[in-house]
């Protein structure tokens, strides 16, 4: 146990460098929502000045002492929805207290150590992302057991079976936490560009074009001799959804590291892209990425449900009024995925299980809470219930980048295909950073084999995962 702590913690130091490499949220997303509740900027001297939080107040002495503290990253998620939570409930917001580390999500989890240190710091939900979420579900000493505010997980059969697994300990089972999002994500391409190059004029057409992986490398290959755009903007986003395609846990039942057939296809697979220009040399969430969309050298993106904003495709579209605004299309694409989410976990320490109870209920099982939150902000809520009951009213017209086409229906197709039952271990993040790793200096040229390539990929988990099992 001492070991494998002192693992958590390291997964803690490369959970920034995964997030900056791959991203997993709405880290831009804004928030058009009033500043009502009560908002902590909780930045250090050295970086107060960076600060994006428009209430940087620290005066502890003006939250309410019963107060429901959520710690948080940033307030894109949380200020709108505490705002909606209060409006539709009739709760007092002084009675919700944001603590908002204004920070990156992949540095969130040295700041929440670091602030529950302090025996003295209130604390009663906790956001966790997903590529780091387990660093502190794993631990009894930072999370309690969803049962400690009465649910049961009967409480959660409506909400897809995916974002339940994410939530629980890998050590025993137990179910720590949830999230209001089903995180799916689709292939988002241009129609304009898929008529001129392929011939495509609907989704249907287009999904045939990217229905598996052999059929999307085959449409790659058509744009290229036409002398169209790249199929996808990054060699990130084919990984993100091709890591979801797995059908087996990174780590075995004997605690070692599995590197099968999948491995050595991806990175054959990612090399033949990236050679071949079907993708482009851009890094995903450098400058350069979204402005892709509107130059014409990229067909489509691959999006989560926190994407479709201004964080990944409205703003390749250029934002609204943009020159391909509305002319994006959304399909399910050569494989199920999700990319990142957001998990509520109660602290260890929560002392107003009442209102945290309540909060929680509002966005994941409360039918009308839920609802109201994925029409307002256009995500895709992880009750399947609710989201199927917005498909079939037929009101919700979709992300207006999209030009009148309702995204909840393609990822509603998703949502379903995703399972991820007995492949999630604590130390997912770090070996896919160093596959992914791997696989890119592969792609250009640092190694002269698949075979080379993943024996440098054993070698570097192995120099950072020392609990893991790496006898012959």
């Known amino acids: ?51 994006k939080t428009e209430d940087s107040s620290t005066d502890d002495e003006a939250v309410a002492a019963d107060a429901l503290t959520i710690l948080c990253w940033n307030a894109n998620d949380s200020q709108p929805m ?59 000493s930072y999370t309690a057991p969803l049962s400690t505010l009465g649910y049961s997980d009967g409480d959660f059969s409506d909400i897809y079976s995916y974002v339940v697994e994410t939530g629980k300990s890998t050590v025993d089972g137990t179910l720590k936490g949830i999230s209001w999002q089903a995180a799916a994500g689709g292939y988002c391409y241009r129609e304009d560009l898929a008529e001129q190059y392929l011939g495509v004029t609907s989704p249907d057409q287009m999904q045939e074009k990217v229905k598996d992986w052999d059929t999307f490398m085959a449409t790659a290959k058509e744009l290229k001799d036409a002398n169209g755009p790249a199929i996808s903007a990054t060699l990130g986003g084919v990984w993100q959804v091709y890591s979801g395609s797995r059908d087996t846990a990174w780590v075995d039942a004997d605690n070692k590291l599995v590197v099968d057939d999948y491995c ?43 994407g479709f904003g201004d964080t990944i495709l409205a703003g390749a579209a250029g934002g609204e009024g943009g020159e391909s605004f509305g002319k994006w299309k959304c399909v399910v694409g050569p494989s199920e995925f999700y990319w990142g989410g957001t998990w509520l976990a109660p602290a260890t320490r929560i002392n107003n299980t009442e209102l945290a109870k309540k909060f929680i209920d509002f966005f994941t099982i409360d039918e009308e809470g839920a609802t109201a939150y994925a029409e307002k902000q256009g995500e895709y809520m992880s009750n399947k219930k609710v989201m199927e009951g917005i498909i079939a009213k037929g ?55 698949v075979d080379e390539a993943l024996d440098e990929f054993e070698t570097a988990v192995a120099g950072l995962l020392v609990d893991l099992n790496w006898e012959e």
């Open 395 to 449: 009101e919700y017209t979709g992300a207006p980048v999209l030009g009148g086409q309702n995204h909840f229906e393609v990822l509603n197709k998703v949502a379903d295909g995703i399972d991820m039952t007995g492949k999630i271990t604590p130390y997912d993040s770090v070996i896919k950073t160093e596959f992914s790793n791997a696989v890119q200096a592969y792609a250009e040229g640092t190694y002269a084999s």
């Open 1 to 51: 146990m001492k070991n494998f702590k002192k693992t958590l913690a390291l997964l803690a130091a490369l959970a920034l460098s995964a997030t900056a490499l791959y991203g997993c949220g709405p880290e831009e997303k804004s928030s058009t929502a009033d500043n009502t509740s009560k908002t902590e900027d909780s930045n250090t001297a050295d970086n107060a000045g960076d600060s």
């Open 264 to 306: 050595k296809n991806y990175t054959q697979f990612a090399y033949d892209l990236w050679n071949n220009g079907y993708v482009t040399k851009v890094a995903q969430w450098n400058d350069e990425w979204k402005p892709l969309g509107n130059s014409g050298d990229v067909l489509g993106y691959f999006v989560s449900t926190w």
């Open 82 to 140: 505490v705002d909606l939570f209060c409006e539709k409930t009739g709760t007092d917001p002084s009675l919700i207290n944001i603590k908002n580390f204004d920070v990156q999500g992949g540095q969130a989890a040295e700041q929440y150590i670091q602030y529950l240190s302090d025996e003295s710091n209130d604390a009663d939900i906790m956001f966790l992302e997903a590529d780091w979420c387990l660093q502190f579900i794993n631990d009894d």
